[in-house]
């Protein structure tokens, strides 16, 4: 009996938070001949400034704090109930700071990106996790804008298929509603992270360059073997 009680999974209390995981941040174990490059999470803090844009928040609210402090002073109060007519406001301002903060956080923990010898993954969702694999041969460019010491890698996808904007942000291109770039975001490393990736998606398209043309062929009525329309490429010696 003590051996069964051993082998239940106590689904109320697990260990992490992402239980059912076969590897962090990735929904399977990588397949034989993939390789992990690199992993890793948002900053919290550069996910509150850039995503939820915390600095524009801060001039506002220092904006209403000294259009207080003016119109008091306008009006001729004393200094002291100024200061409290001012003190007054920091407490929603201090609660809304710390929802952002909060969410910011939240968000930064939840998250993991992944880059493989021949993929993207991309694990974001605070409530609802969702994982999107991007294929090197998906990728079409990748691009990296620079944010003083840190960055984000924008990726722009190849083909028709699209990822919903709602479904990715805030980890996706700002105001690319129709064709949705996925941004790895507010990377603290994002110099030596766009750099590997850089490697990365060479070494992949160098890889598919070697490969030889497949033989295209149609089935011949009569016989109903393939007629070989293409030959394949002779490998180099």
Avoid at 78 to 88: D, F
Avoid at 148 to 176: C, E, K, M, N, T
């Amino acid at each position: 009996m003590r051996a069964v009680r051993k082998n239940v999974v106590d689904l109320l209390t697990p260990a992490h938070e992402h239980e059912f995981e076969a590897a962090h941040g990735l929904p399977e174990a990588l397949p034989a001949g993939e390789t992990q490059l690199w992993q890793g999470s948002p900053d919290a803090l550069l996910m509150a400034r850039q995503a939820l844009h915390l600095d524009l928040l801060l001039l506002y609210f220092g904006a209403l704090l000294a259009w207080r402090g003016l119109g008091s002073w306008y009006d001729g109060e004393p200094l002291g109930q100024t200061v409290l007519a001012m003190a007054g406001m920091l407490p929603p301002i201090v609660l809304a700071l710390g929802l952002i903060g909060t969410l910011a956080w939240l968000m930064a923990r939840s998250t993991v990106y992944t880059i493989t010898n021949r993929r993207v993954v991309m694990r974001v969702g605070v409530v609802l996790s969702i994982t999107f694999n991007l294929p090197f041969a998906q990728i079409a460019s990748a691009g990296f804008r620079r944010r003083g010491q840190a960055g984000d890698i924008v990726l722009s996808l190849a083909g028709s298929d699209r990822i919903a904007y709602l479904h990715l942000w805030p980890h996706v291109r700002p105001w690319q509603l129709k064709r949705t770039q996925p941004m790895l975001r507010a990377l603290a490393d994002a110099n030596a992270v766009a750099q590997t990736l850089a490697r990365a998606l060479a070494q992949a398209e160098a890889a598919r360059s070697a490969l030889p043309v497949r033989a295209v062929g149609v089935v011949d009525p009569g016989s109903g073997l393939p007629a070989l329309v293409a030959k394949p490429m002779a490998r180099a010696a």
